[in-house]
T-cell receptor, first 110, second 115 residues
């Protein structure tokens, strides 16, 4: 079955700097890659997703890139703000339920 | 439009007891998936229901079960609780079955503590 590895597990950046979180997946049949943000005491919230026929997608300060050949995808957050502090999860879907990475705890230091 | 709601938000049970958790999906959504979230294992898929039928099941023992009603609301049940069942149980809804580019929207979760 699908296996998703996510790195790093923790990440601290200064406010205004960029943050990058990387994920790799194992099943070449995976065709949908969402990213979720989970704040303390809340459920994960979808922040951006990408489909396998697209290499990059951007939404304001957030962007996701996908390299199907290497089976990895990344989340890029620019101009980080304190409210970006949260746990971020990547996921992959090979046409079956989502398989999640273990999460990255991002801390933005003001 | 209202989001996914889960009740109760917090539960404390003792070993051996059973528990039922409830999830109301976003209006119009027909798929409900359940996940267990723990610090060590992250988000692990339990099962998915679509149109009252279980469509997929994760690798959990038979003590974990669920069902979906005609209005798409779903319940999950855990029998003979063990200490290791302590976790945040998350429900997610989507318009269609998961995969196929269907976005999943999560509820706030039910925090279950087993003593």
């Amino acid at each position: 079955g699908e296996n998703v590895e996510q790195h790093p597990s923790t990440l601290s950046v200064q406010e205004g700097d960029s943050a990058v979180i990387k994920c790799t997946y194992s099943d070449s049949a995976s065709n949908y890659f969402p990213w979720y943000k989970q704040e303390l005491g809340k459920g994960p919230q979808l922040i951006i997703d990408i489909r396998s026929n697209v290499g990059e997608k951007k939404d304001q300060r957030i962007a996701v890139t996908l390299n199907k050949t290497a089976k990895h995808f990344s989340l890029h957050i620019t101009e980080t703000q304190p409210e970006d502090s949260a746990v971020y999860f990547c996921a992959a879907s090979p046409g079956t339920p989502l398989v999640f990475g273990k999460g990255t705890r991002l801390s933005v230091i003001a | 439009k209202a989001g996914v709601t889960q009740t109760p938000r917090y539960l404390i049970k003792t070993r051996g007891q059973q528990v039922t958790l409830s999830c109301s999906p976003i209006s119009g959504h027909r798929s409900v998936s359940w996940y267990q979230q723990t610090p060590g294992q992250g988000l692990q898929f339990l099962f998915e229901y679509f149109s009252e039928t279980q469509r997929n099941k994760g690798n959990f023992p038979g003590r974990f079960s669920g069902r979906q009603f005609s209005n798409s609301r779903s319940e999950m049940n855990v029998s003979t609780l063990e200490l290791g069942d302590s976790a945040l149980y998350l429900c997610a809804s989507s318009r269609g079955q998961t995969g196929s580019y269907n976005e999943q929207f999560f509820g706030p979760g039910t925090r279950l503590t087993v003593l």
